[in-house]
């Protein structure tokens, strides 16, 4: 959200497509293991709409007529812009968490390949 201008619509709405796109392939192609357990699969893709939520609120909060409904609705975007945030994070600590693989991780010798 703070890579785009907000007063920009156009700009606003189209751009964090790209990035948003980019990040999930990444995570998709790169980082992601199927066969491993997680506590929270998925909940990146809320981190992803976590910038469509900030967009929506910062398009209503730009209106000529004040109204009280239309102030609750943005908060609510707001909140849901910081909830995705927090479980993107979230998520990124659940793919960083050390795994309890009962085999272990091979022994480290000099010479020898890496082993993931």
């Known amino acids: 959200t703070a890579i785009v201008e907000l007063r920009g619509f156009w700009v606003m709405w189209s751009l964090p497509l790209v990035f948003m796109a980019a990040q999930a392939l990444i995570l998709r192609l790169d980082i992601l293991q199927p066969e491993r357990s997680h506590k929270l699969p998925n909940c990146e893709f809320l981190g992803h709409l976590a910038p469509y939520f900030a967009c929506a609120a910062c398009t209503l909060e ?18 849901a812009a910081f909830f995705g945030h927090l479980m993107f994070s979230l998520r990124l600590l659940d793919l960083a968490w050390p795994s309890n693989d009962p085999l272990g991780d091979m022994p480290e010798e000099p010479g020898k390949q890496w082993w993931p």
């Open 62 to 79: 730009y209106r000529y007529y004040y109204s009280q409904a239309q102030v609750a609705v943005t908060w609510g975007l707001v909140f």
